[in-house]
Each structure stands twice: as structure tokens, then as C-alpha cells.
T-cell receptor, first 111, second 113 residues
Framework: SQQGEEDPQALSIQEGENATMNCSYK?????LQWYRQNSGRGLVHLIL?????REKHSGRLRVTLDTSKKSSSLLITASRAADTASYFC???????????FGGGTRVLVKP | NAGVTQTPKFRVLKTGQSMTLLCAQD?????MYWYRQDPGMGLRLIHY???????AKGEVPDGYNVSRLKKQNFLLGLESAAPSQTSVYFC????????????FGDGTRLSIL
């Protein structure tokens, strides 16, 4: 079973708009990571947020983590056509063994 | 600096055939992983390794074997391929077991007829 579940499954926006996607998980975690996957390519690590952190920024990316709600969000500001990709959250459970990935959010940024 | 390289990129097999997928990393990472990606399922961990000479089962290990004879290489074997193993296979590596990003190859697209 998947630990992380992304919402929405798909998102279509215009270039310049913001894109927000959410990840919910079921059990306690050590940290949560977000990855991007372009069509036909491998996953690329975007950002890692630890369980004792609430918000992190990296360039146009902003990630929040609410451990009480067992959820995280990824915000991409001022989106570009090159941001078109699938985005995955992955959790590293407090039991500390492996990354578990959600099913991903497909983002289409229209020029 | 190549990162993580997977070979082959594409392969078509017949049911019952065997094959080995090769993963090589040049980052001197201790930890390596094999995942499969199926539509709508995200990535699922097949096997992993915490160092040269070690392997362990992940979430979906049945039908697969692995070996890590050299630190930089992690091999995934299918002894008797089944149509249910049609998938995209990704290899990844990381410096540490927790709290570290994983670096992925570009995948092997495998079809079993």
C-alpha cells in the first residue's frame, strides 16, 4: 500500500500561475521528500523537509509540512512550461527503513 | 559525471525468458535501490542494498533477484519473466539510508509478451 497520496492527480495551469499539490500520509515519518519526473526520465530530487520543520523554500518551490494532519504541500510559484512534469512525494517513515512514494500529480503548464 | 546509468533502456522479452538489468553509479554511494513504476501506482521498492555484498527485500521482491558484487553496480535479475513484470524499472542510489535524497537513473522499459 502507498504511504503517500497526492492530490490532485492532475493539474492544468497557464504559464505564470501558481501550482499547488498536496500529499497525505498515514504513519509517522522522519522526513518527506518531493521529486519531479519529466516524461520518459528518472525522478529528480527537489526538496526534503524533516519532521521537525514546518516550511522550506528552494527557488520557486515552497514546501509545507503539517505532522498533526499528516500532510504536506508543494507550491510552485510563477510556473513555466518547463515545470510540466509529474511530481511525487515520498515519505521516510519513523520506523526508518525505506522511501515510500505516492502515485504522483501530473502538472501541465500551458504557454 | 554520469550519476546513475541504467542499461538497457528498452527490452522486450517473451514469457519465461530471463534477463539482467544493470545499474551503475559513479557517486561512491553506499545505498542502492531498485524500483518498479506502474501507471497510477507510483514507485514500489523491489530490492535494496546498504553496501557492497549486501542485499535486502523491499515491498515487491517476488520474481526478482539482485546482486551487489561491486559498490558501484547493482544488478536486477528476472529468472523467468512473466507479463505481470511488464513495467518501467528505476535504479537509484543515495549516500545514506534516511534523510538523504535519492539519485535516479532514466529507467529501463521492459515489456513481457
Amino acid at each position: 500500500s502507498q504511504q503517500g497520496e497526492e492530490d490532485p492527480q492532475a493539474l492544468s495551469i497557464q504559464e505564470g500561475e501558481n501550482a499547488t499539490m498536496n500529499c497525505s500520509y498515514k504513519t509517522s515519518i522522519n522526513n518527506l521528500q518531493w521529486y519531479r519526473q519529466n516524461s520518459g526520465r528518472g525522478l529528480v530530487h527537489l526538496i526534503l523537509i524533516r519532521s521537525n520543520e514546518r516550511e522550506k523554500h528552494s527557488g520557486r518551490l515552497r514546501v509545507t509540512l503539517d505532522t498533526s494532519k499528516k500532510s504536506s504541500s508543494l507550491l510552485i510559484t510563477a510556473s513555466r512550461a518547463a515545470d510540466t512534469a509529474s511530481y511525487f512525494c515520498a515519505t521516510d517513515k519513523a520506523a526508518g527503513n525505506k522511501l515510500t512514494f505516492g502515485g504522483g500529480t501530473r502538472v501541465l503548464v500551458k504557454p | 559525471n554520469a550519476g546513475v546509468t541504467q542499461t538497457p533502456k528498452f527490452r522486450v522479452l517473451k514469457t519465461g525468458q530471463s534477463m539482467t538489468l544493470l545499474c551503475a553509479q559513479d557517486m561512491n554511494h553506499e545505498y542502492m535501490y531498485w524500483y518498479r513504476q506502474d501507471p497510477g501506482m507510483g514507485l514500489r521498492l523491489i530490492h535494496y542494498s546498504v553496501g557492497e555484498g549486501t542485499t535486502a527485500k523491499g515491498e515487491v521482491p517476488d520474481g526478482y533477484n539482485v546482486s551487489r558484487l561491486k559498490k558501484q553496480n547493482f544488478l536486477l535479475g528476472l529468472e523467468s519473466a512473466a507479463p505481470s513484470q511488464t513495467s518501467v524499472y528505476f535504479c537509484a542510489s543515495s549516500e545514506g539510508w534516511t534523510g538523504q535524497p535519492q539519485h535516479f537513473g532514466d529507467g529501463t522499459r521492459l515489456s513481457i509478451l
